[in-house]
């Protein structure tokens, strides 16, 4: 626990809120955020005797009498006042990392990857439900692990969904259980390349003995590079004992799931599903169970959701895909013409990486920062594309070119940040678009 320390929160938001709140009591804290907040969550702050300074960068604040800078996950590693932290040997920590330190000794499960982690992460969390297991759900998934702690008893199990945001300044935290879905390069703007990047996620095995089970991709090769020399109990899937393939899915060579029993299709789910199961079967198993699940399940919101219209195109919010990677995996599962919403915060994103599936499009429409970079894109790969710079612009443009039987899919390869708070505002806007233009 930590007492009796001179605390800046850099970035409030709801994990500086909640890490704020479980250490008040004992520690001097000073919160700093560049955007005005709501009055209600000042007296909350006033009630904990937190003071609130409104800054652009919390640097001038930052001096050598603090002894730690817990910051949001979000920030970068070379933001101003984390950069003079490191030079008066302050102590950088976020969230995860503090609320680490006041949790019994219950089970962690911490799962990442580039992509796969929200929907790995929420059908083992089901699964455990649905077998009576105590599980609590946390993390990037949206429930800070500070907000959980006067939930979590001796006989928890903690599932989590940790980012590379969140892997970046964690010391001390450790899982009993560590998932990695699979590597491709995203975030490099935070990281600055894609070494930094993957030595990042490896950071979810940190502590690791071989007590503790990693549970790794062995079809990607980056994951296997990065966990040669890890410490756990290594368990794979995509190898010859834990697999999918046209009839169905094989834990320890045995067919559990018949593909027809999978409401949710693709590959990339195939491998999300033996991710969960591999971590299921050391808790709890009842088949009946899991088969009902799947055959109902379907699917993560903002991820290849599904949007209802009265129309005859079908719609999905594939929001969450922040990365080109995320999008081809998209395109593999469409059938049809896809009209394609592309385009967001400039992050330095490849869309030549779409290369493989880029045949299945019609049209493209090209938004946020990087609207010029995707009509570049568009123009070399010869498919129409139109310049609409907002999400509104392009479901109106949509709503004059796309046929009845075709597809729309915003799948944008890129971060929200440049137009949205989060990607599930940009879902959300989408999702209210298709019921204004298209019902």
């Known amino acids: 626990m930590i007492e009796g320390q001179k605390i800046l929160v850099l970035g409030l938001a709801k994990s500086g809120l909640a890490v704020t709140k479980i250490l008040a009591s004992k520690n001097e804290i000073i919160v700093t955020d560049k955007k005005e907040q709501d ?64 949790l019994p000794k219950c089970k962690i499960i911490g799962i990442t990857g580039s992509n796969g982690k929200t929907t790995t992460t929420k059908m083992l969390y089901d699964l455990m439900l649905l077998h009576n297991l105590p599980a609590i759900l946390g993390g990037n998934i949206g429930y800070p692990l500070s907000d959980l702690i006067d939930k979590i008893n001796d006989d928890s199990i903690l599932v989590l969904e940790i980012s590379d945001h969140q892997l970046y300044n964690l010391i001390d935290f450790k899982t009993d259980y560590s998932v990695l879905t699979n590597l491709c390069p995203t975030h490099l703007d935070f990281h600055g390349n894609y070494e930094n990047y993957i030595n990042t996620k490896k950071k979810i095995f940190n502590h690791h003995t071989k007590n503790d089970k990693a549970i790794i991709n062995y079809q990607n090769e980056d994951c296997l590079n990065i966990t040669e020399d890890i410490k756990s109990m290594k368990i794979y899937f995509n190898n ?88 081809l995996i998209a395109l593999k599962t469409m059938n049809g013409k896809v009209n394609l919403i592309l385009g967001g915060k400039e992050r330095s994103q490849d869309f030549t990486e ?39 612009k392009a479901m109106e443009e949509i709503k004059k070119d796309a046929k ?36």
Not at 82 to 95: D, G, H, M, P, T
Not at 385 to 391: E, I, P, S
Request: glycine content about 4%; proline content about 3%; hydrophobic content about 35%.
């Open 354 to 392: 779409l290369n493989p599936e880029i045949n299945k499009v019609k049209m493209i429409y090209a938004i946020g920062e990087v609207e010029e970079r995707v009509k570049e894109y568009a123009d070399s790969k010869n498919i129409p594309c139109k310049v609409c710079h907002t999400l509104n």
């Open 404 to 439: 009845d039987g075709e597809i729309v899919l915003l799948s944008p390869s890129s971060a929200s940040w440049d137009q949205y708070a989060k990607f599930e505002d940009r879902g959300d806007e989408f999702k209210k678009l298709v019921e204004k233009l298209f019902n």
């Open 240 to 327: 010859e004992d834990n697999y999918y393939n046209e009839e169905g899915i094989f834990i320890d060579k045995k067919l559990v799931l018949k593909l027809e029993d999978i409401k949710i299709k693709g590959n990339h789910n195939y491998e999300n599903i033996l991710a969960s199961l591999l971590v299921l079967k050391d808790f709890a198993w009842d088949i009946d169970i899991i088969k009902k699940y799947f055959q109902e399940f379907n699917g993560v919101e903002h991820r290849l959701e599904i949007v209802d219209s009265k129309s005859k195109i079908t719609f999905y919010n594939d929001s969450k895909a922040t990365n080109p990677t995320s999008t």
């Open 39 to 102: 009055e209600n969550i000042i007296n909350e702050l006033n009630k904990l005797n937190v003071k609130f300074i409104k800054s652009e960068t919390g640097e001038e604040i930052l001096d050598d009498s603090f002894d730690l800078l817990i910051k949001n996950p979000g920030i970068e590693p070379f933001h101003p006042c984390v950069k003079k932290a490191s030079f008066l040997n302050i102590k950088i920590v976020n969230e995860m990392e503090v609320a680490y330190h006041y």
